[in-house]
């Protein structure tokens, strides 16, 4: 099972931690894998963190947001700063028994589990 959490309102240019926790599994032994979807559009990949520690990042936010993972804590967080209005979206964490997509990272139907969402609305 995993759980989106910190999800909010913020203002543009603000920050944001959201937080994926999982039960039943370590994270550590997958790929976790942020996605999002704004109103009226599909799903798409954000970020990627594989069981070794490779790092996958959209190119809309690149530079702005981070993936990490505390394995202690068996959750998986996504930092966002200088958020803009256009990260509006319900952010869903996933996880892949796959250690390592590579370039593939992104594609939905790879991942096993997912999470219920978290939503970001970035507005003044």
């Not at 999002?36 to 702005?64: H, M, N, T």
């Not at 068996?74 to 796959?98: G, I």
Request: net charge neutral; proline share 3%.
């Amino acid at each position: 099972q995993l759980v989106e959490s910190g999800g909010a309102l913020v203002q543009p240019g603000g920050s944001l931690r959201l937080s994926c926790t999982a039960s039943g599994f370590s994270v550590g032994a997958y790929a976790i894998g942020w996605f999002r979807q704004a109103p009226g559009k599909e799903r798409e990949g954000v970020s990627c963190i594989s069981s070794s520690g490779f790092l996958k990042y959209a190119d809309s936010v690149k530079g702005r947001f981070t993936i990490s993972r505390d394995n202690a804590k068996n959750t998986v967080y996504l930092q966002m700063n200088n958020v803009r209005p256009e990260d509006t979206a319900v952010y869903y964490c996933a996880a892949d028994e796959y250690p390592y997509r590579g370039s593939n990272w992104y594609l939905q139907h790879l991942y096993d589990y997912w999470g219920q969402g978290t939503q970001v609305t970035v507005s003044s």
